[in-house]
């Protein structure tokens, strides 16, 4: 947070506004559940992440998911999607960021991008299984269910969608990246300066 200059928070504030606007457009997968939709708020974090460094994509995270939950609010009273959103794009991003600075190569982002949809996709079926799904069933007034039956909502529906949608966030972003990248190259020259 000590490195993060006046300048670097506008450019946070500006793409956690972003990320708030992509977030509020979403659309499902079929014939996955409806409350499992895509939306593109990852990739301003990733430009974040990319040019300042992975706090200022925790940031944007952190901010979109705030500024959602302040306008829409949550059904439970509790923001489980919201930190379930914010978890999951950190999980996305911070894999994508490390493997991405070691490989220093111009196909090393979508390797880093693939790593990074895996990493999320494995780590949000644990956590969902674990405490996402539970927390939607004891507070957001869902039908209590077996374990056999969560397992089975995890493997079948949470894994994959996760991974297909890590996968058209990747291929978005990859189309961002290649149309902005002077400019990102740019601004994270302009911080190491």
Do not use: C, H
């Not at 409806?34 to 300042?52: K, R």
């Not at 940031?59 to 923001?79: A, C, H, M, Q, R």
């Not at 149309?179 to 300066?193: C, F, H, P, V």
């Amino acid at each position: 947070m000590k490195n993060l200059s006046v300048r670097s928070f506008v450019i946070i504030g500006m793409l956690s506004s972003l990320a708030f606007i992509f977030m509020l457009i979403k659309f499902p997968i079929p014939p996955f559940p409806p409350y499992l939709t895509v939306d593109f708020s990852d990739i301003p974090a990733l430009i974040a992440a990319l040019i300042l460094g992975p706090t200022a994509g925790i940031l944007v995270e952190l901010f979109k998911n705030i500024l959602d939950y302040l306008t829409s609010g949550s059904p439970t009273g509790i923001p489980i999607g919201n930190m379930s959103n914010f978890i999951a794009g950190v999980l996305f991003i911070l894999p994508t960021y490390i493997v991405y600075k070691q490989l220093k190569a111009k196909w090393g982002l979508m390797v880093s991008l693939t790593i990074g949809t895996l990493f999320m996709a494995v780590f949000m079926s644990i956590l969902n299984y674990i405490a996402i799904l539970p927390a939607y069933i004891a507070f957001g007034g869902w039908e209590p269910m077996s374990t056999v039956a969560l397992r089975k909502i995890v493997v079948l529906s949470v894994l994959p969608f996760n991974i297909i949608k890590g996968l058209i966030v990747a291929a978005v972003f990859l189309l961002v990246y290649k149309r902005l990248s002077n400019w990102l190259n740019k601004q994270a020259a302009y911080k190491k300066a």
